[in-house]
């Protein structure tokens, strides 16, 4: 409220529940808005209504917002689907509304859900939330980051210490415009794209801009005679361009289309980390900037061959003193070495930063993820958390390992929250015994039994986790860990845990291995027993599975596997490790 930079904020947060009555179970991608997030975006319903005043505070009615998408694909597009019910993880609520199809704030979102936020409560501030606003007339960004870094401190009036601020978010803060929080820093790939677009461009232009001069060779006594019998320089040039524009224009139309179809593929084949990608398409400034890109070609494959002796005095010159055995003169010799030394640079610039980016990618993927990702299969797996609370899922957690591991041709199973290589981890401030001073953020994971092994994983002091673990208050830290306080071997006995008791000890230190990316340095990170008490936030983890069949085989003896504990949980991306390590390239 404090804000005066903006016109009207509005509150939003983004999770995966279990949606159930629309069809098979399926992980449903939520927006958490509350209405003034609405109103700042400008959108409303295309079919019902948004959530009233009522429906947006604690304790209001429970009601759902559908996607366009989820709409056509789960109620087959029927308009009585206003007034019907569905279950988000177990809760019932009445779908009120069908947003339009493009929208899809804040990120590929299937229903929209209010958000019933209590703002005098310190869970108003746990940073599970997101701001979106609408900046006031004449107000800049770089003012609005300003005001907003300078709310920051307010953080300890609702709980958070200094040291929190200090060390987990830094005490900073930033306004993002709308296209850089949805696009993020894949501009800055496409620009790339674009740019080695151009240069092909350029090569292209260059190879029909020299044959054209080849050709005005043969023509000039021909251009010449014209220009006797009494042809302008308009006339002469307008004829080339009308010759230049009738190949620039097919050209041009037969881009487009192959274009389109390409686009179609790609869109088809291309990973869903690209933002927006299904949006990419022909539209109308791709039809402007090819006219102008056919106009200018146009004009430089008609006029640069008639540079030399464009004039039609010239030409009447040429055709009365040399005749069709004349040699070309000064200037067009000069121009088609211009015209090949440009085709030579352009060539060689394209070489070079194609080197580069071939020489990039092959050393992201001779990276090592700090575990064998052959042979590995994983899928999500999302309990309701109002059927399980995080105690209840560990058994869960431990028959689905045992039957998968009976499964023919699987090796081993395990567990964890956090797949790795993926940038969406969870941190935590651990309390460390030998240095109370130190409140840091760490990812830790939370595992099953065997999880080491089926990743992989080596151990590098200590021990591997057994079941027993948990109950031992054991935990185990991977060597960027041990390095960064200890070393490997004198890390085995010392004491951490999440929170500020530090009740659990360190009994191994395993490998490290690439948490967020390839392309991320090494982290610390913890390893607890996935049953250990207190253990946080585990009914969304991951299912690793070390196996010589394919995902595809696999499949559904997986999903029969999971129905037999539970058939209201959806299994979520089937997929090989190699396929997730190959879709963290893709931006």
């Known amino acids: 409220d404090e804000g005066r930079s903006f016109e009207e904020l509005g509150a939003y947060n983004l999770t995966q529940l279990v949606l159930t009555g629309a069809g098979d179970p399926m992980q449903a991608v939520v927006g958490g808005m509350r209405n003034g997030a609405f109103a700042v ?9 948004l959530p009233d005043l009522t429906e947006d505070l604690p304790g209001g009615a429970s009601v759902i ?34 947003m339009p199809p493009e929208f899809f704030f804040p990120s590929d979102v299937d229903v929209w859900v209010p958000l019933q936020l209590e703002l005098e409560t310190p869970d108003a501030a746990m940073f599970l939330y997101g701001i979106v606003g609408r900046l006031r007339p004449g107000v800049s960004v770089a003012s609005a980051s300003e005001e907003v870094e300078q709310l920051m401190p307010r953080l300890t009036e609702v709980g958070h210490s200094p040291q929190v601020l200090a ?84 050209g041009a139309l037969v881009g487009l289309l192959l274009t389109n179809v390409g686009i179609r593929a790609l869109v088809d084949i291309g990973p869903s980390s690209i ?19 056919s ?42 070495g211009g015209v090949v030394a440009t085709r030579v640079a352009l060539a060689g610039v394209l070489l070079i930063a194609s080197g580069l980016v071939t020489r990039s990618y092959g050393e992201l993927r001779s990276v090592d993820p700090g575990f064998d990702p052959s042979d590995l299969v994983t899928f999500g797996l999302l309990l309701p958390a109002a059927r399980y609370t995080n105690a209840e899922a560990a058994p869960l957690y431990q028959r689905l390992v045992e039957d998968l591991r009976a499964l023919p041709g699987v090796e081993a199973a395990a567990v964890t929250r956090g797949l790795p290589v993926t940038p969406v981890q969870g941190s935590y401030i651990l309390a460390l015994e030998d240095h109370p001073d130190e409140r840091e953020a760490f990812v830790v994971r939370w595992v099953t039994p065997g999880y080491f092994e089926t990743m992989g994983i080596p151990v590098v002091a200590g021990r591997t986790m057994l079941p027993d673990d948990a109950n031992e208050m054991r935990f185990f830290i991977n060597a960027a860990f041990a390095e960064q306080y200890w070393t490997p ?13 530090p009740r659990f000890e360190v009994v191994g230190v395993v490998g490290d291995d690439r948490i967020r990316g390839l392309d991320v340095p090494l982290e610390a990170a913890a390893y607890l027993p996935i049953d250990a008490p207190g253990s946080l936030a585990v009914l969304f983890v991951s299912v690793m599975i070390r196996t010589v069949r394919s995902a595809e085989d696999l499949a559904p003896e997986l999903r029969r596997a999971v129905a037999n504990l539970d058939p209201g949980l959806p299994l979520i991306d089937i997929q090989s490790m190699d396929d997730v390590i190959s879709e963290s390239f893709a931006v």
Do not use: C
Not at 41 to 49: I, K, T, Y
Not at 75 to 88: H, K, N, Q, Y
Not at 319 to 328: I, M
């Open 295 to 336: 106009l200018v070609a146009a004009l430089v494959f008609s006029l640069a061959p008639m540079s030399g002796r464009g004039s039609a005095k010239r030409l009447a010159l040429f055709l009365s003193t040399a005749g069709r055995n004349a040699t070309a003169g000064a200037g067009r010799t000069r121009l088609r």
């Open 65 to 98: 917002l559908l996607s366009h998408e989820l709409w056509a694909s789960r109620f087959e597009a029927d308009p009585s689907a206003i007034g019907r019910t569905v279950e988000l993880n177990d809760t019932v609520r009445e779908v009120i509304g069908v």
């Open 275 to 293: 933002p927006r990608l299904d949006e990419v398409g022909v539209g109308p400034l791709v039809w402007i900037y090819t006219a102008t890109v």
């Open 167 to 250: 060390r987990v978010i830094a005490g900073e803060a930033g306004v993002l415009t709308m296209q850089e929080f949805l696009v993020g820093d894949s501009r800055h790939v496409l620009l790339i794209v674009l740019g080695a677009a151009s240069l092909i461009l350029l090569i292209a232009l260059a190879n029909v801009t020299s044959l054209f001069v080849v050709r005005e060779e043969d023509r000039t006594s021909q251009r010449a005679l014209r220009a006797a019998l009494g042809a302008s320089n308009w006339r002469l040039a307008r004829h080339a361009l009308s010759e230049a524009l009738l190949l620039t224009v097919a």
């Open 41 to 49: 975006l400008g959108v409303s319903p295309v079919l019902g209504r």
């Open 489 to 501: 071997e004198s890390a085995i006995g010392k004491r951490m845990a999440p929170g500020r008791d």
